[in-house]
């Protein structure tokens, strides 16, 4: 269980990795999206390389969380130091960002996986505006100033 795990955490990371280098270049070749689209643009990306490896999803299933959240071999991206500093060259001010992102890989996971692997409830491409919505409000919500939108009880 223990090398499943890690080498999930490797290939979950190398997709962050692979999906930020994505983004870098599209940003130099044609214009610098802000934050809440950086992070619709990497989720996309992902999406389309696991509807393209359904193995690869199938292997991680639904710990996609894992490249970001265990332990990073040394030769893996470290998206969760990528992802601040995405934060720091932005004009967001984020509350606990570490629980937003992970909300967001964590929704994105599991609704992935529905849609790719059980086409539940719908297709893939049908679910992305609704997914990508969802995630925008996250962010929101998230955002310095949002404080008010946050529930009074259980807090």
């Given at each position: 269980?223990?090398i ?7 290939e979950s ?5 692979k999906?930020k280098?994505?983004l ?5 070749q044609?214009k ?8 619709i643009f990497?989720?996309?990306y ?10 690869l ?9 894992w490249g970001?959240?265990k ?7 470290n998206?969760?130091?990528v ?5 720091d060259?932005?004009d967001?001010?984020i509350e606990n960002?570490?629980?937003?992102i992970f909300?967001i890989?964590?929704?994105v996971?599991s ?7 059980n086409k539940e ?5 049908t ?8 995630i925008?409000?996250?962010i ?7 404080e008010?939108?946050?529930?009074k009880?259980?807090i």
């Amino acid at each position: 269980y223990d090398i499943r795990n890690k080498l999930i955490s490797h290939e979950s990371s190398k997709l962050f990795g692979k999906a930020k280098t994505a983004l870098d270049e599209y940003q130099i070749q044609t214009k610098k999206v802000d934050f809440i689209d950086q992070i619709i643009f990497i989720v996309d990306y992902i999406i389309n390389e696991l509807s393209q490896n359904q193995s690869l999803l199938a292997f991680i299933s639904k710990n996609l969380s894992w490249g970001i959240f265990k332990n990073v071999a040394p030769e893996d991206v470290n998206f969760q130091d990528v992802f601040y500093k995405m934060i720091d060259e932005s004009d967001e001010k984020i509350e606990n960002p570490e629980i937003m992102i992970f909300q967001i890989i964590e929704l994105v996971s599991s609704t992935a996986y529905s849609a790719i692997i059980n086409k539940e409830p719908v297709d893939v491409e049908t679910l992305k505006p609704y997914l990508y919505q969802t995630i925008r409000t996250i962010i929101i919500n998230h955002q310095s100033g949002n404080e008010k939108y946050l529930p009074k009880f259980g807090i």
